[in-house]
Structure formats: C-alpha cells, structure tokens
C-alpha cells in the first residue's frame, strides 16, 4: 500500500483549566492513505475537532507522533508548517471561519492567496466551486448576507480551493437540510476522487458515516469500531 498522507501514534491531548485536567485523547492512531476517505462520529465533547484540529497542525499535542507526508510535524517552524498546510490541507471548521468583511467570492479565493495564486485560473476556479455547492448567484454577498448552512458551504469551497491532498471537515453538514447534507457529501466524495484526495470527516450523521471507506468511534479518547447492527 502507498505511504499514509497523513499517520498519528497514540497521540495524548489533556486540556487544563485551573485545578481541573480533562484527558481528550488518550492513545489515538490513525493511519490515512491517499484517496482514503475516513469518518469519525462520537460524542459531543468526546474529542472530535480536537483531533482535526490537531491534526492540521493547529494545535500542539502531550505526547505521540503526527505525521504530513512522512515529515514530523512537532517542532517545525510556524512559517513553514503554515505554507505546507496551505498547499496540503484544506480545512472545514465547525465554526467557519469566513473573513466578516470579505464576500463570498474572496473569501474562497483567500485560499488561492495563501499559496500566491490570485490570477483569473483562480479566480474562475472560485467560481466554479461556488457553482458546485450551489451558490454560483451569491458570490458577492457578505458572510452577515448569508444563512448558516450557505456560509458552511463557501467554507466546504474555500477548503476544496487549493485542490487539498487532504480535506478535514469538521461537521461540514451539520447545518445543512438533508438534501443539501447529501449533495454536500456527494460534493466532497467526488472530489476526493477526482483529485486523488483523502477525507477525514466529523460527523454525527450515520448514513453520511457509512458512505467513506471506514468508520470509527472516538470513545473515551480511543478510537473504537461502529458497534455492529442488531442482527
Ligand atoms: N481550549 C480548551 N480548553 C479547555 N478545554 C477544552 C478546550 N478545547 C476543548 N476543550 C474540551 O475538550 C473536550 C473535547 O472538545 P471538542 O471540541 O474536541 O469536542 P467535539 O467532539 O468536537 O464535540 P462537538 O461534537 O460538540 O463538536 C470538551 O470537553 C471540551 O470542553
Ligand atoms: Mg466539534
């Protein structure tokens, strides 16, 4: 099989507040190969976008490995880990994250900018992408100018921007009506395969879990397998 894109090794994550330690991850591997599409489901609370969020390289880990491409991730250069990621990794948050002032146009080729393209290949690859999530007639509007599951999705096309090795979405339907939930997958499934990309997806959706290569369960800060259905 192909080297990972992306591997972890019992990675540990305690949060302290005061006197108060909460152990969030406690031993998590994960190993994602090209093109692999993964889901994680669990809990709220349970640890989910610590995870992702961990691994893009956003937040700072007690002990374990991660991996990009092979290359430890621990120790680099803020600079640099910030340039890789924006050629490497296309990032959903749970909370957005659209620049306020910015429409939605700009703030999905914002991506482009990140990694010094802002010619009219971008530009109307921006516009292609806000096609494919269904808002190519919102393009110049403001996030404040936008519901909750339409800023959701210029955040999916900001992520889809840089043709990402790896997408990390975080809940990227939990806004969204079922219809739109299912072609947002679709959308993301798709990609994926056109591009070769892998995807780690947060959700609490069940038949969106099922619909990526492999499922797990992040249960007391381990992974664990989809309990079997009854029968
Ligand atoms: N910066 C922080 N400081 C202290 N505790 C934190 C911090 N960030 C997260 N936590 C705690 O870590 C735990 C995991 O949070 P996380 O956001 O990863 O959960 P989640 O699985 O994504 O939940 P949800 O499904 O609600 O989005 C929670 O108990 C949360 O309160
Ligand atoms: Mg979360």
């Given amino acids: 099989m192909s080297d990972p894109v992306v591997q972890v090794v019992g990675i540990e994550k305690s949060f302290r507040s005061g006197e108060k330690v909460i152990e ?7 190993s994602l190969h090209p093109g692999e599409s993964i889901s994680i489901r669990g809990e709220s609370g349970s640890g989910k976008t610590t995870f992702v ?6 937040e700072g880990f007690d002990s374990g490995e991660l991996c990009w491409r092979g290359k430890p991730v621990k120790g680099r250069r803020r600079a640099s880990l910030a340039r890789d990621r924006a050629g490497f990794l296309g990032m ?32 109307k690859r921006a516009r292609e992408l806000m096609d494919r999530v269904g808002l190519g ?11 909750g599951g339409e800023k959701q999705r210029v955040a999916v096309a900001r992520a889809l921007m840089n043709r990402p090795a790896v997408i990390l979405a975080d809940e990227p339907t939990g806004n ?23 995807l780690v997806l947060v959700t609490h959706n069940k038949s969106h ?5 492999r499922e797990v369960v992040l249960k007391l800060g381990r992974f664990e397998s989809p309990e079997a259905p009854p029968g």
């Fill in 92 to 123: 959903v948050f749970q909370s957005f994250y659209l620049i306020p002032e910015m429409n939605a146009l700009d703030n999905v080729l914002m991506a482009g900018r990140m990694v010094g393209r802002l010619d009219n290949t971008a530009r």
């Fill in 209 to 213: 879990a099922k619909r990526t290569d």
């Fill in 24 to 30: 969030v991850l406690r031993g998590v591997d994960l």
């Fill in 137 to 147: 007639e919102r393009t110049d509007h403001l996030p404040s100018q936008l519901s």
């Fill in 176 to 198: 969204l009506d079922e219809i739109t939930g299912n072609r947002m997958m679709d959308l993301l499934l798709s990609i994926c395969r056109e591009h070769g990309a892998s």
């Fill in 53 to 58: 969020h961990i691994l893009a390289g956003l």
